[in-house]
């Protein structure tokens, strides 16, 4: 992974369930900028029961009568579908991340890709098999915490680390779609850092890209912004997807920002050097003082360029005779005195 903020463009279902569009997706987002797409995988039978039901964000982004298995099976992409992709992405030099809902999809992922990363998404922050079975695992993990307190996020953590401690970024998230501004919170960015002293990162549904931009600022390495190609589309994530002319924005926004907080220490740019020469004071001669001429405090003021003597160090003058004339409204130079 990079050492820059990772930006990650989650496309989730918004192919439609079309590998055409998933293939359009790879091929347009490789141009913007971002580093990963993210896609997501899963056997509807696996992660629903017959007793599940539709969160309000799908009925209220999702107009149709389907049931969520029904819905579900529409979007999500067959198996072999997703080694496509994988190879996809690798041809345009954009990794591939995809999110599992059941273990029999992320083994599977496991066995026939290999992504930079594991990505578990906020809604599998309690699944015992998925924590269990990623605990084994070497590479990275980044955990999306959107609906989680603080103890579920230790307890997911504790599990991921039981047989070895791990790489994990925390994404700060809020699972509303789209996510109010209200509701962002995004000071505990800070607070997860220092309570987990890991990185971090936003999972944004947000509209707009303000969120990820202040997430940037207060320490976020790692942002994941949804992608569509219309909000007008029929699904459940749209609404909340910024669009490919959006997302390209926020790139730039994001590499702005970076270069706007720098390092952590003071740093003097060489265009502030030269500025310095023109806007900074010297001591300047008051009078016109001859050769063997001892100078007085009153023989000196301060006045710009600031190519001579600084005016904290007016006191070396004082009683020093020059060695040359020295004109009225001149600078001091220490090779003029003795």
């Not at 580093?35 to 964000?57: L, P, T």
């Not at 307890?155 to 501004?181: E, G």
């Amino acid at each position: 992974m990079k050492k820059k903020v990772y930006i990650i463009a989650e496309v989730g279902p918004n192919h439609q369930g079309s590998v055409k569009s998933a293939f359009r997706y790879i091929k347009v987002l490789s141009k913007i900028g971002v580093d990963a797409v993210k896609f997501q995988i899963g056997i509807a039978s696996e992660h629903y029961s017959r007793d599940s039901f539709k969160a309000n964000y799908q009925k209220r982004n999702f107009k149709n009568n389907d049931g969520i298995i029904q819905q579900a099976n529409k979007r999500l992409l067959k198996h072999k579908d997703h080694i496509k992709l994988y190879k996809e992405a690798k041809k345009n030099r954009i990794d591939y991340i995809c999110s599992a809902f059941d273990l029999k999809s992320l083994i599977f992922l496991n066995k026939n890709t290999n992504f930079p990363c594991y990505k578990i998404p906020s809604g599998e922050i309690r699944s015992l098999d998925i924590l269990n079975y990623l605990s084994k695992q070497r590479k990275p993990i980044i955990l999306s915490t959107g609906m989680s307190n603080l103890s579920e996020i230790k307890t997911a953590i504790n599990i991921l680390n039981k047989n070895f401690k791990k790489k994990i970024i925390l994404m700060h998230c809020v699972s509303d779609y789209p996510a109010k501004i209200k509701d962002l919170n995004l000071n505990f960015i800070t607070e997860l850092k220092k309570i987990f002293k890991c990185q971090v990162g936003l999972s944004d549904h947000s509209r707009g890209f303000l969120a990820p931009v202040i997430a940037v600022s207060l320490g976020a390495t790692f942002i994941e912004k949804h992608v569509t190609f219309s909000n007008n589309l029929n699904g459940p994530d749209h609404k909340a997807s910024a669009t490919i002319k959006e997302l390209a924005d926020l790139v730039r926004a994001i590499r702005e920002t970076e270069d706007c907080l720098g390092k952590f220490k003071k740093v003097i740019s060489a265009e502030e050097i030269s500025n310095a020469m023109a806007v900074r004071k010297s001591c300047v001669a008051t009078k016109t003082i001859n050769v063997g001429e001892r100078i007085k405090k009153n023989d000196i003021c301060f006045k710009r360029p600031g190519t001579g003597i600084s005016p904290l160090n007016f006191k070396k003058l004082i009683n020093k005779k020059a060695k040359k004339i020295i004109l009225e409204d001149k600078v001091f130079k220490f090779k003029d005195i003795e």
